[in-house]
């Protein structure tokens, strides 16, 4: 594409999801202009220049198809992924995962990008969306200052922050014997939340692994520059915070027991974790104010002391850290656009879809629905039941008031139409069946699909 030249699409942020939505859009014959301010305005938290930098690990998770990012990950492949064939291409050993050579990972999805006539980059800061034309906008969790305000004023003051997830559990790992299902003074529906009650001993021990356990230390660009203390809101303490301020915190903060009687026994336990449903079908559950800081193996000993939970399957453990992300199921639609100004579509960690292929995968979600509706063709809808499908239903689940980031899980996947009892053999037939359905997505949105 000649420089200047009036794009199709724009893609601002050359990380992760904004290399993979100028692909996809180009690779269908949309003329694309990506924008990335780095290297002459470097983020907080990236060191080089390069184009799609891995700025944590270098790892992409598991790589089989029984599990869900490892699914994920051979259905981008089957759409052309810029991201994960280039990761394939670079990869280093690294047991069961997917983990790449950083400096020939960034290099190889540059190289292959830039190579394309009609994708032009621009090593530019951009501090306002563009007001006219098709615009994606990854910019990840961390844009400049001027680009989070004008993205503020664009959704209504409804971008966030801080990420401060709380965990979420398999309900099919718990032990549901010994917990009840009760709402805080009835009110609500009865199956709501699952009630784990605590004894005095229980309690304790749980207060004490909180103040005592590992905890990831703030990074920098978190913390008030006067104090070095992180800002966090009273109303959203990581647990261990509150189990800090006294042995009784905690009990008159999330586990309260007010209002909870077990109904087998008539009397309200010394303190209860409550399991909140988080998504329609209740297969994940939330541990009810449970955001924290603990290292992701101190949590996993802390929780698994709770009755019920010793053999529980995470499907995220909680996190708090400074995250910028949009409210995406009150704001966007299932492909990924501004439902208040549909030429807007945004894509990546921004999104609330946490984790390196959950950022490739709006890219690639963004960027077919920018092509498509620039070269006049219908939409395209991400078929259910597969990891692409699960990570648009994230992104849409207004079950949950206090929508967080999360990675890609099996939560929103419908059941199999036979009972197969082994988790295993279980998730690889419906994987199976997602990658059924993704190759008939893929063949319905290919390039060759796109008039000349």
Not at 116 to 133: S, T
Not at 225 to 239: K, Q
Not at 328 to 353: K, M
Not at 398 to 419: C, G, I, R
Request: charged fraction near 25%.
């Amino acid at each position: 594409m000649s420089p200047r030249a009036v794009a199709d699409v724009t893609v601002i942020g050359g990380g992760l999801a904004g290399c993979e939505a100028a692909w996809q859009a180009a690779r269908r014959g949309a003329s694309v202009v990506l924008y990335e301010m780095r290297p002459h305005v470097r983020g907080p938290a990236h060191q080089t220049g390069m184009l799609a930098e891995l700025v944590c690990s270098n790892s992409m998770r598991g790589a089989a198809l029984e599990n869900a990012v490892g699914l994920l990950k051979e259905e981008l492949v089957r759409l052309d992924s810029l991201i994960v064939t280039s990761a394939r291409e670079t990869a280093v050993p690294a047991g069961g995962a997917l983990a790449v050579d950083r400096a020939r990972f960034g290099a190889l999805v540059e190289s292959r990008l830039t190579a394309l006539p009609n994708v032009e980059l621009r090593r530019e800061e951009i501090a306002a969306i563009p007001p006219q034309g098709t615009v994606i906008v990854a910019c990840g969790p961390l844009p400049s200052d001027p680009l989070a305000a004008a993205l503020d004023a664009l959704v209504g003051g409804r971008l966030h922050y801080y990420d401060a997830a709380a965990p979420i559990v398999a309900l099919d790992s718990i032990d549901t014997d010994v917990m009840y299902r009760k709402s805080r003074y009835d009110k609500g529906e009865g199956d709501d939340y699952l009630n784990i009650p605590l004894d005095r001993e229980t309690y304790a021990r749980f207060v004490d692994d909180l103040r005592t356990l590992p905890k990831h230390d703030p990074h920098g660009f978190e913390t008030d520059a006067a104090t070095g203390d992180v800002p966090y809101f009273e109303g959203c303490l990581p647990i261990e915070e509150m189990a800090a301020r006294g042995e009784d915190a905690l009990r008159f903060g999330p586990l309260k027991p007010v209002g909870l009687r077990d109904p087998r026994t008539g009397r309200a336990p010394y303190a209860v974790v409550q399991l909140r449903k988080e998504n329609a079908a209740g297969t994940a559950l939330n541990l009810v104010g449970f955001q924290t800081r603990l290292t992701w193996p101190a949590q996993k000993e802390a929780f698994a002391k709770l009755p019920g939970l010793a053999q529980a399957e995470w499907l995220r453990l909680g996190v708090m850290h400074r995250n910028t992300f949009i409210d995406s199921p009150r704001l966007l639609g299932p492909d990924l656009r501004l439902r208040a100004q549909p030429r807007i579509l945004f894509a990546g960690q921004i999104t609330g879809a946490e984790g390196y292929v959950e950022a490739a995968a709006c890219g690639t979600i963004a960027g077919i629905a920018a092509a498509r509706e620039r070269l006049g063709l219908p939409p395209a809808v991400v078929p259910a039941d597969t990891a692409l499908g699960a990570i648009v239903a994230h992104l849409q689940n207004t079950q949950t008031p206090d929508f967080q980031p999360a990675n890609v899980t099996w939560s929103f996947f419908s059941p199999l139409d036979e009972t197969i009892r082994d988790k295993r053999e279980r998730r690889a037939r419906m994987a199976q069946r997602a990658l059924a359905k993704i190759d008939a997505f893929a063949a319905a949105v290919a390039p060759q699909a796109v008039p000349a």
